[in-house]
């Protein structure tokens, strides 16, 4: 199957400092990528849906200038938390889909970055 | 409430069979998905089931869909050490670049 690779894999930041995640599909092209974010033993929320060339959607209570997300090519998006802050301590877990997939709308998940801010 | 709901925790031994449930509150879910996350990995898709369809089995996995009840149901015949796992369902609703609604996840625990 389509491969997305993530990274870095994980990153430990003091508080205030912005980090940037970056999300790869590596053998096929994504119009749309999605970024998630995972507390601890719970589900997946969708973050925002990011759209190439275009400006990213997204979800409600998610702040768009916390989190900067560009999706400059067609294999790659990256998500920037900006002043990053204790509170946005996560597992971030990017998704892609291959358009020129099946039609059961299958989306590819990156391995995921785990981000904890000091 | 949550759209789409699971319990949090199965323990079954070696050999035997898992069966692991979802519901779900959009009767406009199109596609519903079973998703595999091992710890601190990403998730692997296992199987999906269009929402026109009742019963898809693949190997050892099973998945039931009652579209009346909005359940779905994962079943694992033989289920083995390395199937201990978080196990989600997902929902796509409508065609096209939709984001998943996950449910909040099924650890199964296998003990030998």
């Known amino acids: 199957g389509a491969v997305v690779s993530q990274h870095p894999s994980r990153v430990i930041c003091k508080s205030g400092t912005s980090v940037k995640i970056e999300c790869r599909s590596l053998d096929f092209q994504a119009t749309t990528m999605f970024w998630y974010r995972q507390f601890p033993k719970q589900s997946l929320m969708l973050m925002a849906t990011s759209n190439e060339g275009s400006k990213a959607t997204y979800e409600q209570g998610v702040e768009k200038d916390k989190f900067l997300i560009n999706h400059a090519s067609l294999t790659l998006s990256t998500l920037t938390v900006t002043s990053a802050h204790p509170e946005d301590s996560s597992f971030y877990i990017c998704s892609a889909r291959d358009p020129l997939g099946g039609d059961y709308n299958e989306q590819f998940f990156g391995p995921g970055t785990r981000l904890t801010v000091l | 409430g949550e759209d789409v709901e699971q319990s949090l925790f199965l323990s079954v031994r070696e050999g035997d069979s898992s069966v692991i449930n979802c519901t779900y509150t959009?009767?406009?879910?199109?596609?519903l998905y079973w998703y595999k996350q091992e710890p601190g990995a990403g998730l692997q898709l296992l199987t999906y089931i269009f929402s026109n369809m009742d019963m898809k089995q693949d190997q050892r996995l099973t998945v039931l869909l009652n579209k009346k009840d909005k359940h779905l149901s994962l079943r694992i015949a033989d289920t083995q050490t390395g199937d201990s796992a978080i196990y989600f369902c997902?929902?796509?609703?409508?065609?096209?670049?939709?984001?998943?609604?996950f449910g909040s996840g099924t650890r199964l625990q296998v003990q030998p």
């Open positions: 959009d009767s406009s879910s199109t596609y």
């Open positions: 997902a929902e796509s609703r409508g065609t096209g670049r939709r984001a998943l609604t």
